[in-house]
């Protein structure tokens, strides 16, 4: 018998509970104390997926010890580096997840990179079980010649530059170009779009980085045109996302009608919230926008548009050879309808001038550790529920799992479907959990020797003060410390 | 432009105690504390009962004050629904996804574009789904039945190791 905790708690199903005789759970329970192991299991990143497996686990298992390890000095992924500073309600989240890592069950340990400081295997000796949570640290490459000229960005290094990303907070995107083009349909393509496009007075009360907020006063973009390799029902975007852009205040939107005309018909039958997706952009596409709109459109000097049936080909450079200039782009045609349509070229080819090229074509999560399967093709880690395929004791849930698509309920719901799976596992066995772990004060020692040390959660609470502080002295949430070593610095190392 | 509800969601949120937290997380005293209600203590008249039919078919039973949304009945309540309310009342994330009987979904106030946007993206959407955050109780809610539609991916039966006899 492998955990006596999950045996004898188990809620649900023909619980142990009511198969056995009045009082044989209590002697169960007291044979098992003296032999118990305290499962133990970390959790490899700290975004929505590490924390939320941890919540689940912690709830459903009433021994069980879950520490986290995190790469950066700093918790909450891409809640913190992702989720656009315009919109704050989303990182509301981070109470609960606070609330997670103040467990008395929970170690939460940042500035400890796995597979570098520590590995696989070592966690491994440390925990029973070891779940990845690490997200999608790169992004996918358009593989295009002019993909690394000066003036194109990857929309992971200009998000990360304006949410103070440490890896990205030299990034100095060059904002003189009129016309910006973002390649994508996708979420993330209208959160650039938007931090592009916003009033500064509303990014002003956020918690963009200071340095982004003086380079965005000086942007001299006005454009920001969308493009798509596929059409208006392929695009990959949420219809909240959209609402707002087209209710930003200072900018309108330019959706050519062609592109909208007839596709009504192709709506009927498709589930609720692509319809009420298409319908919107038919609308601003098609119908008066009212007087006050039009007025306040007609007055404004910046415009964003959807481009649609375009693959990018090529972006060419200036006469200097380094700087962009323009886009080359392949028209397409959609072979199939619906979500699975296809995209062919259709010989025909476009350019477009433009200074900035903003590539948002998706994240890409990356192999952490030559111990743990990793499907390149896919990017993401094998596996049937999270449990990793072929590696006992091994698991993962979020984007790594995934793939990086999905929101933080996605997140969410498949994390605590892999935390389901250990609790499973734990149950029945599977998991062996029989000898006791060394646990957290295992890898702190390892870690010692190699003169990495972790920054606590308690630790994070400090900077994360220091940053109300600062934020508070300009009317923002937080001002956010983007350099490491200052980081460190605050907290006394 | 923000929804009505949005902004009252907003204004109560800073009075929001953490929610979906793991049991024993948190140690006394530690993080944001939900202020208490100052109002003096609600007639039973306003008193409305709520009853949730959990993931796992569990019946929750609760209370609310009229004008409570259905967030703040399951926060003060503490009613242990796995991830409900993650943006805290905000619309911003669809986990306080609930569906209403027939009956009863008619009678809800009519549903903003913004709860309408943010639905779309729940799990199990229902032509009788609505968000918990937007509902606010009224007397003519009282026993009432609402079901939190089942989230996880696969249909397996949720292991629940925390409680022992
Ligand atoms: C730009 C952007 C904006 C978004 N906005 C929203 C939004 O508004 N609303 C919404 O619902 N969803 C949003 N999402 C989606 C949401 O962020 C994801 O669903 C979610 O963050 C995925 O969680 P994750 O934990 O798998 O990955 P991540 O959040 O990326 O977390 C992974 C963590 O692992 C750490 N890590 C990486 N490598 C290692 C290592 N070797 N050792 C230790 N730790 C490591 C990383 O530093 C990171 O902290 C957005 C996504 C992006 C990209
Ligand atoms: N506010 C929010 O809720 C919010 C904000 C940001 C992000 N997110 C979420 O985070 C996830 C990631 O967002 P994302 O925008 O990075 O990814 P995404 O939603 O997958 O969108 C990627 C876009 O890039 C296009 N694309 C991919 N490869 C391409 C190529 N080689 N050439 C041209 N176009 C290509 C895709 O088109 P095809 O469809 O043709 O492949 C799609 O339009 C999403 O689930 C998103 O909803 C949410
Ligand atoms: S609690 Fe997030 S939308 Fe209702």
Redesign the pocket.
Known sequence: MSCSAGIVGCRRGPSLRFLLPKGSVAGIKRLLVSAEVIPRICI?????????TAQHLLKHHKQAQVDI????P???????????PD?PE?KN?INAFTQTARSDRCIYSGN??????VTIKELQKAYHAVVL?????DSRRLGIPGEDLAGVYS??AF?GWY?GLPENRDLKPDLSSETAVVLGHG??AL??ARILLSPLEILRKSDITEDSLTALARSKVKRVCLIGRRGPLQVAFTIK?LREMINLPNARPFLNPADFKGLGDAIKDVPRPRKRLTELMVKTALEDPGEAMASRWASVSREWSLKFLRSPLEVLPMADGRQARAIRLAVTRLEGTGEAAKAVPTGEVEEMLCGLVLSSIG?KS?P??PAVPFDAKQGVIPNDLGRVLGATGLYC??????G????????MND?FDTAQSVLEDLQSGALDVSGAKGGFDLVRSILQSRGICPVSFSDWEKIDAAEVARGKLSGKPREKITDPREMLELIGR | MAAPGLLRAAASSCRRILLAAPAGAGRPNAGPRRLLHVSPRPSSEDKVTVHFVNRDGDKLTAQGKVGDSLLDVVVDNNLDIDGFGACEGTL??STCHLIFEDQMYEKLDAITDEEMDMLD?AYGLTDRSRLGCQIFLKKNMNQMTVRVPEAVADARQSLDMSKNP
């Open positions: 490899v990143g700290s975004g929505p997926a590490g924390f939320y390890f995190e790469k950066l700093i918790p909450f992924g891409l809640v913190r580096f992702g989720v656009a919109h989303v989240v400890v990179t796995v597979g570098k400081d949570s690490y997200g999608a640290e929309a992971r998000v949410n979420n993330v959160d650039v996302e994240y990356l952490i550790d849930s979020g984007w790594v799992k995934r990086p698509t999905g929101v933080i309920i996605t997140t994390s | 911003a994330c993206l």
